[in-house]
């Protein structure tokens, strides 16, 4: 579906939830929520709309839907005497599809559609509403003042900007006179973020903070800079005097001014929000609205548009590489695939079968090795051989030469059959080593499974009775980090939550894989 962007110029606010309900029949992307400058006449402080602000995002999701970007414009309730045209002039979009109203547009005073209908020219209009402009009525909390500073910091992670994000960075302009600081979390702080290894990179980040407060109002002036420890510029900018927080991070706003206070730097002012609640929250996740629940969203979903096969890979059967470390549910996730109709190629099985006497690579590998690392019994001694090679790199590097082209053949002739014998059009195909390998370049795209490292440990030590030394072991020295995976994978699954969870987001992937080859043929 196309992009489309709409502008609402808005003077009822008190009836605003079905004002932006009456845009949905639109399809739009992005709606700009800007406000008449009747509005700003009738408040004696525009600043006091930070709570309307604060509201309105919170049930934007229920009014618009979650696929619709709603941007609250703030450049007209800024007390510099700018006319409506200038700040339209300034203002994003560059291009729009509609302009919307909720107000006659032949009241009087009604001037600014005007502005807005020859900058966009051709654009249709859409009169939301026929009540003439003058009859406005406010909310009572806007009634509330709030004081102004000139400089305003905040600070965040603002990984995929949402209903809370704006809330905090509109509040901040809405308190700000001069300018904008927002740190940006950057460096070994994500570690402890869940699910961080999808966090954006921090200059991406940084770019749509930037991006968002620019478009929402011109008139300040913005530094969003990347912070590695918890203050960042808070605690060395002579410069500054209020700090924005969440009722979770408020403790944080004390601790800023403990150590401007060591720095004999001017206390700041602490301007408390409330977090946004979660409506539509299931049991696995938080409660409020947040990038942590975003990204669990994401999960079992395209993380990048699908790309063309490789020349080299013929179209069927669609061959998905699955990658995951050790203890992360990949052979429970691998299950669920099966039952929901791939065919399954287990690599690491593979790998163990080649081991037995008979087989193409064993006498290579005897041979290489000597014979001190067979069993009584003429097999391979695996735990012998380990201790071999994982002593010398370079005896490492010749049995992985020997095995991993001996498993590429035997997974590739599993692969054909499964297609060419039992009809499966969609074939996963599993290593812990894939990527070291190479053979996720004979694959259509890669999926990954992936805990963090703690709960991997754990499993291992209840799993596999395992002392705790031996079970970090074991997960430190796995041939791929989840960051690693990541970077390569197309969908990534986390099974850290319940069954069904995990379930839900194999079916996710699964459905959007079927969808997308039925349209292709």
Request: net charge negative.
């Amino acid at each position: 579906m196309p992009s489309r962007t709409g502008i609402l110029t808005a003077v009822h606010l008190a009836n605003i939830a079905k004002t932006l309900s009456a845009t949905r029949p639109y399809a739009l992307s992005t709606l700009y929520l800007q406000f008449h400058p009747q509005v700003a006449a009738n408040v004696s402080c525009p600043r006091a709309l930070g709570r309307f602000v604060a509201s309105v995002y919170q049930s934007s999701v229920t009014w618009l839907g979650s696929e619709v970007d709603l941007r609250i414009v703030t450049g007209s309730l800024r007390p510099t005497g700018a006319s409506f045209e200038s700040i339209a002039n300034r203002a994003r979009p560059t291009t729009a599809d509609y302009l919307f109203y909720d107000y006659a547009l032949s009241s009087p005073g009604a001037g600014g559609e005007r502005c807005l209908a020859e900058r966009y020219p051709g654009v249709k209009v859409v009169e939301l509403d026929t009540l003439p402009v003058d009859q406005i009525s406010l909310p009572p909390e806007l009634d509330k003042q709030l004081q102004t500073y000139r400089n305003v910091v905040l600070g965040g992670t603002f990984d995929r900007i949402h209903a809370g994000h704006k809330v905090l960075l509109t509040q901040a302009v809405l308190l700000a006179t001069e300018r904008v600081v927002v740190g940006v979390t950057d460096g070994g702080m994500i570690k402890s973020k869940k699910l961080h290894e999808l966090i954006l990179p921090a200059a991406h980040r940084i770019e749509h903070v930037k991006e968002f407060l620019e478009d929402v109002d011109p008139f300040l002036r913005y530094e969003v800079v990347p912070i590695l420890d918890p203050f960042g510029p808070t605690a060395t900018d002579p410069d500054m005097d209020l700090i924005v927080v969440s009722t979770e991070t408020a403790r944080g706003g004390a601790k800023v001014n403990e150590l401007r206070a060591q720095n004999g730097l001017n206390q700041l002012e602490v301007h408390t929000i409330e977090l946004l609640d979660d409506e539509s929250t299931v049991e696995d996740k938080e409660d409020k609205i947040s990038s942590s629940n975003q990204r669990m969203d994401l999960l079992g979903t395209r993380l990048r548009p699908r790309r063309p096969a490789p020349a080299h890979i013929p179209p069927k059967p669609y061959i998905i590489g699955m990658i995951g470390g050790i203890a992360a549910g990949k052979s429970k996730m691998l299950e669920r695939f099966r039952e929901l109709g791939a065919g399954v190629v287990d690599c690491d099985k593979i790998g163990h079968q080649l081991y037995e006497p008979g087989e193409e690579c064993y006498e290579q590998v005897v041979a290489t090795f000597g014979r001190e690392i067979l069993a009584p019994d003429g097999k391979i001694n695996r735990r012998a051989l380990g201790a071999i090679v994982f002593a010398d790199r370079a005896k490492l590097d010749r049995l992985n030469e020997i095995m991993w082209k001996a498993i590429a053949k035997r997974a590739n002739e599993e692969i054909r059959t499964l297609h060419e014998q039992h009809g499966k059009q969609v074939v996963v195909m599993e290593a812990a080593v894939m990527l070291q390998a190479g053979w996720h370049k004979n694959c259509h795209e890669v999926w990954s499974c992936i805990v963090p490292r703690e709960e991997a440990i754990r499993r291992l030590m209840e799993r596999n009775q395992f002392e705790e030394r031996e079970a970090v072991r074991r997960v430190d020295a796995q041939p791929s980090s989840n960051e690693e995976m990541v970077q390569h994978s197309d969908i990534v699954f986390c099974t850290l939550w319940s069954y069904e969870y995990s379930q839900q987001q194999a079916e996710r992937a699964w459905s959007i894989l079927q969808q997308e080859m039925k349209l292709k043929l």
